[in-house]
């Protein structure tokens, strides 16, 4: 059995690709089928490149070196995208464009009915497949509480850097179509992962350790580095990903995954 995954984003995130690939592939060792959705909007900013084809080769040969079945498939939605969201009222915020990717997983067709979608700022720390085999036939997808949602939004408002979606179904409803037009016409400030909150009515609401926002447990699946608040010694927002190496250490005191790390720093310095 394939497990389906989905990372999106620009050639900036592609460092996280690769870290959270390596902690995947750690603990889960059947086959794995990866598409990586991306885009060049280099038109519109110098810094908007995409994941290039060396960097699925180098993210491929991760998962082979596990599991020979395993590959990367590097899709380009430019067109897709342009086409439909470039004059969007969200599509000039703080956040850049790469948002909206994973808005556009029904239109591509080879997308399976199940895929989970993983934002590239997660370590893994136990095999996905306790994750990924959840049934989710009626559901539009399975998803976690955000933890600073829950406080500031709605009990029931859902983090979207860990998705479980029922492509089949979604497509069906045309929920990723409405989630589009809502990002297009109404400002919004997350706007990608609002339009899911709203939109997709079906959710099935998981496990905190399937996207542990706060703090590693014994239980912890996937820990998802995401914007969090510090009050000591002193109020202050906390960005820190995994990649930041130097503040994991010595900002998080976190060393638990030191070893994806060095695999990490030693496939960079081979790629000089």
């Not at 497990?3 to 690939?21: E, H, P, R, S, T």
């Not at 590693?216 to 002193?234: A, G």
Request: aromatic share 12%.
């Amino acid at each position: 059995m394939m497990i389906n995954l989905m990372f999106c984003g620009n050639y900036k995130v592609y460092d996280g690709m690769m870290i959270a690939i390596l902690s995947i592939v750690k603990h889960t060792k059947k086959p794995l089928n990866i598409y990586i959705l991306t885009m060049d909007l280099s038109d519109i900013n110098k810094e908007y490149l995409p994941i290039n084809k060396r960097q699925a080769i180098i993210l491929e040969s991760i998962i082979k070196d596990v599991n020979n079945e395993s590959k990367i498939n590097l899709i380009d939605i430019t067109d897709i995208f342009k086409s439909e969201m470039l004059n969007g009222k969200n599509i000039k915020t703080h956040y850049t464009p790469y948002i909206f990717i994973r808005l556009f997983s029904d239109k591509v067709k080879e997308l399976p009915d199940k895929i989970l979608y993983l934002d590239t700022d997660i370590i893994c720390y136990k095999n996905i497949e306790q994750l990924y085999n959840r049934k989710i036939d009626n559901y539009d997808f399975a998803a976690c509480i955000d933890y600073l949602g829950q406080f500031f939004i709605s009990k029931k408002y859902i983090n979207s850097g860990v998705l479980l979606m029922n492509l089949k179904k979604m497509r069906q409803e045309n929920l990723l179509e409405k989630c589009r037009k809502m990002c297009n016409t109404k400002k919004m400030l997350l706007p990608d992962q609002t339009a899911l909150n709203r939109i997709c009515k079906d959710k099935l609401y998981l496990e905190r350790k399937f996207n542990e926002q706060k703090e590693k447990m014994p239980d912890t699946v996937i820990r998802h580095f995401s914007m969090t608040i510090r009050f000591l010694p002193y109020f202050r927002f906390l960005n820190i990903k995994p990649w930041h190496i130097d503040k994991i250490h010595n900002i998080y005191k976190i060393h638990d995954f030191d070893d994806i790390i060095d695999k990490y720093l030693k496939i960079k310095k081979g790629e000089k």
